[in-house]
């Protein structure tokens, strides 16, 4: 089974340029989760799909972060326009569902350096 | 927001020896996860304790969830080179209800062993 595939791996732009993140979940999840994880950090959710809706994004900068999920499968993750704190690794992952009880499956992640 | 508070935040030691790790929290938690992460690599799910008292295994690890619900501890047994990484625990805060289900990851513990 293929795991969540993330691209691209790293990412390096100056601050107030723009960038983009793709995600592809695993087969078959409903649930697909953003996460932001400065260095030194554990994870931090920015955002929850569940199918092609979004079930929490309490924590993610609006004015400058979106993310969609059109078709409830691919999702892609925007910064516009990008900061130095915005410096992190973005991690995808995916669940079969949105509950406790189904584990989260985390993607390589993709490395933004902003200079 | 819920916080975990997680120790130690690094660990030196030689290969065979046993490793024990714990998390705390202020308030209470449905579900204890640790993660494993990897350099270059998103988190992987070790363990998942889901009941208060539960005392799980797998393969040299061991995790339990606090019979108070505010902690959780990892021990790893006869350490091996491969066990070096980032280990994170999570949980599920108790007030999370319906299908919103927010993930609060600790800061992690920065293990490395000497072979």
């Known amino acids: 089974e293929a795991g969540v595939a993330q691209s691209p791996r790293y990412k390096i732009i100056e601050k107030r340029q723009s960038v983009a993140f793709w995600c592809n979940p695993i087969?078959?999840?409903?649930?697909l989760y953003w996460y932001q994880q400065i260095l030194g950090q554990g994870p931090k959710l920015l955002i929850q799909?569940?199918?092609?809706?979004?079930?929490?994004d309490s924590q993610l900068p609006k004015d400058r972060f979106s993310a969609e999920r059109l078709k409830g499968v691919d999702s892609t993750l925007k910064i516009q326009p990008a900061k130095l704190e915005d410096s992190a690794v973005y991690l995808c992952?995916?669940?079969?569902?949105?509950?406790?009880?189904?584990?989260?499956?985390f993607g390589p992640g993709t490395r933004l350096t902003v200079l | 927001g819920q916080q975990l508070n997680q120790s130690p935040q690094s660990m030196f030691i030689q290969e065979g020896e046993d490793v024990s790790m714990n998390c705390t929290s202020s308030?209470?938690?449905?579900?204890w996860l640790w993660y494993k992460q990897d350099p270059g690599e998103g988190p992987v799910l070790l363990i998942a304790?889901?009941?208060?008292?539960e005392l799980t295994s797998n393969g040299r690890l061991t995790a339990q969830f606090g019979i108070t619900r505010k902690d959780s501890f990892l021990n790893i047994s006869a350490s091996i080179p491969s066990d070096v990484g980032i280990y994170f625990c999570a949980g599920y805060p108790g007030n999370s209800g319906g299908s919103n289900y927010k993930l609060t990851f600790g800061k992690g513990t920065l293990l490395t062993v000497n072979p």
């Open positions: 992952a995916s669940s079969f569902w949105g509950s406790s009880y189904n584990e989260q499956f």
């Open positions: 308030s209470i938690f449905n579900t």
């Open positions: 087969s078959g999840h409903a649930t």
């Open positions: 799909f569940q199918n092609n809706g979004v079930v929490d």
């Open positions: 304790l889901y009941k208060a008292g």
